[in-house]
């Protein structure tokens, strides 16, 4: 069982750059999400998807979009690169209230 | 809206030591659960918990869900090299499920 896998797991853009980065799940989950992670920070949400064709803003969604077109891929698409955007992406999937985590994408804008 | 506070930020122990770290909250949460993240990877589920009082382990490790539902302590015991690592809390209420800022555990052998 693969579980939560992400693509690219590194990836240097320059500024203005737009990119997509990957999650595909394979365990059947109604919920995803989409977290970054700040060098010594906690997780904080980008957006989360209760089911295929339904989305929502977590708590910090500016400079990013997402789809869920099936139920096991969940895109986050970055338009405009900024360098505040550099950090640890990491996509989650759950199906009652235990989130399990891919292995992150590491992001850095310059 | 709701945040945690995960205390402390980082300990440093000798190998063979008990550890505990908590957190706490002003708002109540229905569940709490407990995650550790190794360098370069995601975080990975430790335990849950469902309910007010509940008391779980995972081998050495030990959670329990406060009776306030407002704090979860974890406590490890007798420390090993391979606990290294940064231990996060997370909340789950009427909202969405809350991150604590994590505790980054260092041991020396």
């Known amino acids: 069982n693969a579980g939560v896998t992400q693509t690219p797991k590194f990836r240097i853009l320059k500024i203005g750059q737009s990119m997509t980065l990957q999650c595909t799940q394979d365990?059947?989950?109604?919920?995803m999400y989409w977290y970054r992670q700040d060098p010594g920070m906690g997780l904080k949400l980008i957006y989360y998807s209760v089911g295929a064709g339904i989305t929502d803003k977590g708590e910090v969604p500016n400079g990013y979009n997402v789809s869920r077109s099936t139920t096991e891929d969940f895109p986050l698409r970055l338009e405009l690169a900024a360098p505040s955007q550099t950090s640890v992406y990491f996509c989650?999937?759950?199906?009652?209230?235990?989130?399990?985590f891919g292995e992150g994408s590491r992001l850095t804008v310059l | 809206g709701q945040q945690l506070n995960q205390s402390p930020q980082s300990m440093f122990i000798q190998e063979g030591e008990d550890v505990s770290m908590n957190c706490t909250s002003s708002s109540i949460f229905n569940t709490w659960l407990w995650y550790k993240q190794e360098p370069g990877e995601g975080p990975v589920l430790l335990i849950a918990l469902y309910k007010a009082g509940e008391l779980t382990s995972n081998g050495r490790l030990t959670a329990q869900f406060g009776i306030t539902r407002k704090d979860s302590f974890l406590n490890i015991s007798a420390s090993i090299p391979s606990d290294v690592g940064i231990y996060f809390c997370a909340g789950r209420g009427a909202q969405k499920l809350v991150f604590g800022q994590g505790t980054r555990l260092t041991i020396n052998p």
């Open positions: 365990m059947n989950h109604n919920y």
């Open positions: 989650a999937s759950s199906l009652t209230g235990e989130l399990f």
